[in-house]
C-alpha cells in the first residue's frame, strides 16, 4: 500500500522539478536578451502611451460594471428556469408549478428591489451633476460630473 503512495509522491516530485528546469533553467538559456527600451514601454493597442498608467478611475465605471454583471448573471439564471417550468408543470400538477413561479416572481421582485434601489440612488446616471439655482444661492456654480 505505501507503494502507491511513494508512486504519487515520486511523481509529484518528478513534476515539480520539471517545471522548474523549464522554467528557471531552460528559460533562461534559450530566451533572447534585448535590452530595448521600446520593448519595456506599455502596448496601447499599437499607438504610443500617453500619459502615465497610474490614473484614478472614476467609481462610477466600476459601478456600471458590477450593476452589469449582476442584472446579467441574474437574467441568465432564469433561462434554466424557464426551460424546466413547463416540465415541473406538467409533472407536479398544480402544486409544482405554483411554488416554481412564486419562486421566480420572488426572485423577479428582488432583483426589482435591487434596481429601483441603484435608480434612486442615482448610480445608473452616467453623468451625475449637482445643479443649483442662481435664485436659490447666487454664489453658487454649476457642478458638472460631481461625485456624490
Known sequence: MLYQYATVLIGLVFGALFVVLNINIVGRLLAPRVDDPEKTTSYEC?????????????????????????????????????????????????????FALLEILVFIAILGVGFVYVWAKGDLDWVKSTLTSKADNPDATEKVGAVR
Open 46 to 98: 499599437g499607438e504610443p502611451a500617453v500619459g502615465s498608467a497610474w490614473v484614478r478611475f472614476d467609481m462610477r465605471f466600476y459601478t456600471m460594471a458590477l450593476v452589469f454583471l449582476i442584472f446579467e448573471v441574474e437574467t441568465v439564471f432564469m433561462y434554466p428556469w424557464a426551460a424546466v417550468y413547463k416540465r415541473l408543470r406538467d409533472l407536479g400538477g398544480e402544486a409544482h408549478g405554483g
